[in-house]
C-alpha cells in the first residue's frame, strides 16, 4: 500500500517524475517507493492495482467526507473518480511528459453510505502524443453496484528539452 507525503520534502521532485516512465512512476507509487498523494490519506482511498491504461482503487468514506444532511459528498466521489482516472492515464505517459486533467465528468447513480467500501477501477480508452481519454466506475465491493461513473480527458504535455 503507498504511503502518503506527510511534508511537501517528501513530495517526489520534477526532475525524478520526468526521469520515469508514468506507468514506473505508478508502480512506484505502488510499491511505497514514491510517496503518495496527501490527499488520499485525508479522503481514506488507497491504489490497489496498477497495469498499463487500468489502475484500481479502494475508498471508504469516513464521518469527514458528509456533507451537512448526513450523506457522502458528491465531491468525494469527484475525488476518487479524478484519481484513478489520471493515474489511469498516467501509466501511458512516456519518459519526459506529464499530464494534467483538463475536464472530467461525474455520475452518480446512488448513494455511498458512510464506512462502505468501494472499488474505483478506470481504464485508458485513448491515449496519443497530446491528449488522453479514459473512463471509471465506482462500484460496491460487496454489492458490486455502480455508485458513479466518470470520464476525463488530460492533456499530455511533453516537458523534455527540444534542441
Not at 37 to 42: D, K, L, M, Q
Not at 56 to 83: C, I, Q, R
Not at 132 to 161: E, F, W
Request: hydrophobic share 40%; proline share 6%; net charge negative.
Amino acid at each position: 500500500m503507498p504511503y502518503a507525503a506527510q511534508s511537501q520534502a517528501d513530495l517526489t521532485p520534477p526532475a525524478k517524475i520526468l526521469s520515469m516512465s508514468g506507468l514506473a512512476f505508478m508502480k512506484g507509487l505502488l510499491a511505497g517507493e514514491i510517496a503518495g498523494a496527501p490527499i488520499a490519506e485525508t479522503l481514506n482511498l488507497n491504489l490497489l492495482e496498477v497495469d498499463e491504461g487500468r489502475v484500481l482503487f479502494w475508498g471508504e468514506p469516513t464521518f469527514n467526507a458528509l456533507n451537512p444532511s448526513g450523506a457522502v459528498h458528491g465531491g468525494w466521489y469527484g475525488s476518487l473518480l479524478d484519481s484513478a482516472l489520471g493515474c489511469a492515464v498516467m501509466t501511458r505517459v512516456p519518459q519526459g511528459s506529464v499530464y494534467t486533467t483538463l475536464e472530467y465528468k461525474v455520475n452518480i447513480t446512488r448513494a455511498i453510505p458512510m464506512g462502505m467500501s468501494v472499488h474505483c477501477e478506470a481504464v485508458v480508452d485513448h491515449s496519443g502524443r497530446s491528449t488522453a481519454v479514459a473512463h471509471a466506475d465506482i462500484r460496491g465491493v460487496q454489492d458490486g453496484k455502480v455508485y458513479a461513473t466518470g470520464s476525463t480527458t488530460c492533456i499530455i504535455m511533453n516537458l523534455r528539452p527540444t534542441g
